[in-house]
């Protein structure tokens, strides 16, 4: 059961998608919930379906204090490096919440300071926490929205099915096509061949 991050003050949860996606942007989300939010369904959305997923965002949106999203595109990821860009998104989506948050919960690891607030990086924090699994569900459906208008440019990728991620589908529509602008040019689109030279 995820729970409340019990300070008493605005706490903002803050998570991202895409991370591990060959194209496409990588999209976070900031959110700050009332103090006696619940929902049965709220989990990490990659434990989420879809239908929920599309449920939890309208709800989410209307319930919470304040919220943003924000992606980071490709060609800021290539220059900066995915986990730049990735904390880059996350800063983004907080400066558009309509109030300040006066401590932030972040999903994983890593995290720079935003202005002096304090902060807390939680491991597997999407399915400990409310607030950053309200994140996860808001960034996820965002990208996946984005993925989606994509796909009709270049359907040979079908990246609605695949978001972007590096599937052996994917792969293949890569060797047979080649890259388009929404490809990450830093990221290895495909895996190395060892040859033998004989």
């Known amino acids: ?18 991370r ?10 900031a959110v700050i919930l009332p103090k006696k939010f619940k929902n049965k369904l709220l989990n990490d959305s990659k434990q ?6 599309n449920k939890l965002k309208k709800i989410i949106m209307s319930e919470a204090i304040t919220y943003g999203v924000a992606h980071v595109y490709m060609e800021e990821i290539d220059e900066i490096n995915i986990l730049n860009a ?3 998104a996350m800063h983004r989506a907080i400066d558009q919440l309509n109030c300040e948050p006066e401590h932030i919960i972040v999903d994983g690891n890593k995290f720079k300071p935003y202005r002096n607030i304090a902060y807390d990086c ?11 699994a309200a994140a996860s569900i808001l960034a996820k459906t965002a990208r996946d929205e ?7 440019e270049f359907p040979m990728y079908n990246w609605q099915q695949n978001k972007g991620y ?11 096509f080649g890259s388009t602008p ?9 895996p190395e061949q060892l040859k033998l030279s004989i």
């Open 182 to 190: 929404y490809h990450r040019k830093s990221f290895k689109l495909l």
């Open 20 to 29: 591990g996606c060959l194209a496409g942007p990588v999209t976070a989300a």
């Open 146 to 152: 984005f993925m989606q208008k994509v796909h009709h």
């Open 122 to 132: 939680i491991i597997k924090g999407d399915g400990k926490f409310l607030s950053i």
């Open 166 to 176: 590096p599937t052996k589908e994917h792969r293949q529509a890569i060797r047979e």
């Open 1 to 18: 059961m995820l729970k409340m991050f019990n300070l008493p003050c605005q706490i903002a949860g803050t998570d991202e998608a895409g």
């Open 86 to 88: 990735s904390i880059m």
């Open 48 to 53: 989420t379906k879809l239908a929920d997923r």
